[in-house]
Structure formats: C-alpha cells, structure tokens
C-alpha cells in the first residue's frame, strides 16, 4: 500500500515538471510553451426570463369568397362598408361594394309605357298582309265579358264619373267613312294607340276625323284622327302626355296601328308604306264622363216601386167603356131584326 501511494505522487510531480504553461482563472486562457493560447468560447447563460414566451401564431388563411346573391343585399344602417371578423388563430377581413338598390316598381296597377323595338318591329311590318280595301272586312263577335263574382256582404255600384283625359290629333290613310263605317278600321286605330301608350283599349275612344264627329264623316284620302285618351288618375295625366309624344316621335303608335290593322285585315298599302316617326302638337287636357262599376260594402239598394194607377179617376171614367160596349150590342141587334 505504501509503495503505490509513492508511485503516485512520484508520477504527479513529474507531470508537474513538464508542463511550463500556465492558466489564469481570472483570464479565462490557456499558454503552453508555443506560444498558443486558447479562450473559451463557451456562451455565457443568458438570464431567463420569468413570463415563458408564447407560442407563434399560425399564419392566417385567406378567407374563402362567398358566393354573391343575385337580390341586391341591404345598405349598411350606419354607412360602414366593410366586416371585420376574427377566429382561432386566424383572421379574415371581407369587404364589398355598396350595394346596388333594386329598381324601382311601380305600384300595382300603375300604367307603364311599353318598350319599343323599332327594328324588331319594321321585320314584323314586312310578313305582314296588304289588302287592297277595307270594304266589307268584319270582325268576328266578341263575347260579352262574365262580370267578376261580388263578395258577400258587398255589392257592384254602377255610376258616372268624369275622369281627365288627352285629347292628341294624328293623321292616317283612312277617310272619314272608313273610320266611320268599319269597326275593323275604327278598332285598328284604338287597339294600336291603346299598346303604344300602355292603356287599355276601353280607355281609348275617337273623338273625330278632320274635326268632324263620327256621324258627320268627310271622305278624304287622309284623315286626321282626333284621339282621347283617358288616363287611369289625374296623377298620371302629365307622365301620359310625356309618353304619348315619345311615343308618336319613336314611331310606336304607327308600328302599333300597323300591326292591328294587319290582324284585323284592314291594312292597305298606303298604311304599310306610312313613316313611323311622326311629330304631334302637345296634347290637350280634357275631361269625358265614363261609366264605373266599384264594388261597395253593403246591401244593394232597392229599385223604386212602379208608379201606381191615378187614384183619381172617378166612377163615370171606370164605367164608360163597359157602356160603350153594350150600347153596340143593342144597336147591332136592331140592324138584325131590320129596325
């Protein structure tokens, strides 16, 4: 045991003898014999920190585009344009256009001019047929129209009205006797302007052709048709004359009047080769009375009874008669028996 503790220390002090470097603790380096040192390069430990550090966030998906609805959505209340809107680690940021209001619609049952397609219409004109004269063209009967069933508890009230109206003057290849004389004519010239303006046929009537009544007809190659149109309210009275003009410049009522004559049979050369587009004066205001049928609540009034019988015929009037009768009689005996 002694002798391994002196081959120790023996071994230890040698090794101490052969090294001539020295180290510094406080430096932190190495120097041997060559001249070389050596640092440590061993990173100091940072200080950690208490709060441990979050985990990073995802990165955000782009947010998927919604499919548009075809009904125009609703305006913002509060003007805002854009939503914003956050989930779980990820966020998404939509924003749309102002959105576009929906056409305005009229209120039921409010007149509307219909659209005008002048090419389309100027195809149609040449299918059409030509008939040399109107003479002796008629109309198949119409059936008289089913009145709409009345509500219990209600009743059809039938009155005269006055109602505002046009009054606007166009001239066409008709004379006075054709207006006058074939309903086919007559309805050809309503039935067009009716469509043109966006009427019904029974708010058109013809007043007159060249400034005479229908009864007092001129035979003129041309004709100047005097028209009313009865507009629906007074409220509509203006926007109608507007459209009526329009309609007139744009050549719808002729293309209109063409296309009815055509269907009634009664379209001449010298209406198909009519220009469309023609200019007429501002029409006038006027007012015509009208028969209305208005369903009211209530019961139907009655009719006034029948008149009765004089009650002052007297005995002698009632008797007369009878009188007469048998004072015949005896005569007519007597002239038998020869007296």
Do not use: H, W
Not at 43 to 59: E, F, G, I, Q, S
Not at 133 to 149: D, Y
Not at 208 to 220: F, I, N, Q, S, T
Not at 274 to 292: G, H, L, N, Q, S
């Amino acid at each position: 045991m002694k002798s391994a503790l002196l081959l120790l220390v023996c071994l230890v002090c040698a090794g101490a003898n052969s090294t001539s470097g020295s180290y510094n603790d406080s430096g932190g380096s190495y120097e041997n014999d060559s001249g070389g040192s050596y640092e440590d390069t061993t990173a100091p430990t940072l200080t950690p920190t208490k709060t441990p550090t979050k985990a990073p966030t995802k990165a955000p998906t782009k947010a998927p585009t919604k499919t548009p609805t075809k009904a125009p959505t609703k305006a913002p209340t509060d003007g805002d344009t854009g939503s914003y809107g956050t989930t779980e680690n990820t966020g998404s940021y939509e924003t749309t256009a102002t959105p576009t209001p929906a056409p305005a619609t009229p209120a039921p049952g409010a007149r509307k001019m219909p659209e005008f397609d002048a090419a389309q219409a100027a195809k149609d004109l040449a299918t059409y047929t030509v008939v040399q004269s109107t003479a002796g063209v008629t109309l198949p009967p119409t059936k008289t129209p089913t009145p709409a069933p009345v509500p219990e508890g209600m009743y059809a009230k039938t009155e005269v009205v006055e109602k505002a109206a046009l009054e606007a003057k166009m001239t066409f290849p008709f004379n006075g006797d054709e207006v006058r004389n074939s309903p086919a004519v007559k309805g050809a010239l309503i039935d067009g302007m009716a469509a043109a303006v966006g009427v019904e046929a029974g708010n058109v009537q013809i007043a007159a052709v060249d400034g005479k009544k229908l009864d007092e007809g001129r035979r003129l190659a041309d004709a100047e048709i005097t028209f009313i149109i009865i507009a629906d309210n007074a409220a509509d009275l203006a926007a109608l004359s507007t459209d009526l003009v329009a309609a007139a410049a744009g050549g719808s009522i002729v293309a209109n009047i063409q296309k009815a004559a055509a269907a009634n049979g009664v379209l001449t050369p010298a209406l198909k080769a009519m220009y469309p587009e023609v200019i007429i004066e501002t029409p006038t205001t006027t007012t015509v009375k009208v028969t209305v049928v208005t369903i009211v609540t209530g019961e139907a009034p009655t009719k006034a009874p029948t008149k009765k019988p004089d009650d002052n015929m007297n005995a002698g009037n009632s008797v007369a008669p009878a009188f007469g009768s048998v004072m015949a009689i005896v005569v007519l005996s007597m002239l038998s028996a020869g007296l």
